[in-house]
């Protein structure tokens, strides 16, 4: 069982630089790298509210993805960004 | 080996350590030959501080970005872990010996041989 279960749906992907982008999975590799349609990256500050960058169709390298996570739309649907407030994420460290 | 012992592991409950410093608990789905890892009903151990995960119930993890997975005592035998590595570390030391002997050993014949033609 690999990312097949979360193609086709709406994933969070969390980046070695410690970016947020949100998209549809369309396609991925052994390598990990993945296609995401219709992506938005979501930009965490701790003194301002989320803004949210659309970024359209995207290709991830494999070595540079973290984290994928599968959304859950009726979450995302009532979850109110503006009043979402955080420290952006750590870029990896090797 | 580590594969095996994580494969050992599927449906427990795990806290994984990334190396970007967030941590996450859920059960262990899957696992894969890179230690890649499949989280199921995860839960962020500080929500208040890392809210991006809010509407995630799975995850994927790469194997690259896990610095630890963290699991109770007693899913582990840690003598028998210790044991089994070390023996793995042993036959790999001497299947690298006998593979480096053997390439010394290719290299001296041929270099022998060539040497014949010369008398003449």
Redesign the interface.
């Known amino acids: 069982?690999?990312?097949e279960?979360?193609i086709k749906q709406q994933v969070?992907v969390?980046t070695?630089d410690?970016r947020?982008i949100i998209g549809i999975l369309r396609g991925f590799d052994n390598a990990?790298n993945l296609i995401l349609e219709d992506s938005v990256e979501?930009v965490?500050s701790a003194n301002s509210p989320v803004e949210a960058v659309p970024l359209g169709l995207y290709v991830i390298r494999?070595d540079n993805?973290?984290?994928?996570?599968?959304?859950?739309p009726e979450?995302?649907r009532r979850?109110d960004l503006s009043r979402?407030q955080?420290?952006p994420?750590?870029?990896?460290?090797? | 080996l580590f594969y095996s012992f994580f494969k050992t592991l599927v449906g427990k409950d795990v806290v994984v350590e990334?190396?970007?410093?967030?941590s996450i608990c859920g059960t262990l789905?899957?696992v894969?030959q890179y230690l890649?890892i499949?989280l199921n009903d995860?839960s962020v151990t500080d929500p208040n501080?890392?809210?991006?995960?809010?509407?995630?119930?799975?995850?994927?993890?790469?194997g690259s970005?896990v610095r630890y997975v963290q699991l109770p005592a007693d899913e582990c035998d840690t003598v028998e872990l210790q044991n089994a590595a070390r023996k793995e570390a042993m036959q790999s030391k001497s299947v690298a010996a006998t593979a480096s002997a053997a390439a010394a050993g290719g290299g001296g014949g041929g270099g022998g041989t060539g040497g014949h033609g010369g008398a003449h």
């Open positions: 069982t690999l990312l279960t979360m969070s969390i070695a410690g947020v990990i979501r965490f494999g993805v973290s984290l994928v996570g599968e959304l859950d979450v995302e979850m979402l955080a420290d994420l750590r870029p990896v460290v090797t | 990334l190396k970007n410093d967030l789905q899957s894969d890649n499949n995860i501080k890392y809210p991006h995960m809010m509407s995630m119930k799975n995850c994927f993890i790469r970005v």
